[in-house]
């Protein structure tokens, strides 16, 4: 009996069950939340306001410097590896 028993086991568990985990994994990756168009314009928007104060910053520190010559910013004013125009 125990001839017979495990190789229907066997092919049932590779024939029925890893579809079954396969395809029900697979469903359960299409239901989960995706980014929607309001939230990506949001990110934009944050992207480019992020950029701005950026940009006003380096303002603000130029003028000190200029006004200062001991001032020395806390960071490095621009970072080589890090690119603002970088999308994902």
């Known amino acids: 009996m125990e001839d017979v028993f495990v190789p229907i086991a ?9 579809p079954w985990l396969i395809f029900h994994y697979v469903t359960k990756w299409k239901q989960a939340p995706k980014i929607t168009d309001e939230d990506e314009r949001l990110l934009d928007e944050l992207h480019l306001l992020a950029r701005r104060l950026e940009e006003r910053l380096q303002t603000v520190e ?15 004013a621009h970072d080589d590896n890090y690119e603002f125009d970088r999308r994902n």
């Open 10 to 18: 066997v092919v049932g568990m590779l024939f029925i069950g890893m």
């Open 62 to 76: 130029r003028i000190v410097a200029a006004d200062n010559p001991d001032f020395r910013p806390a960071r490095p």
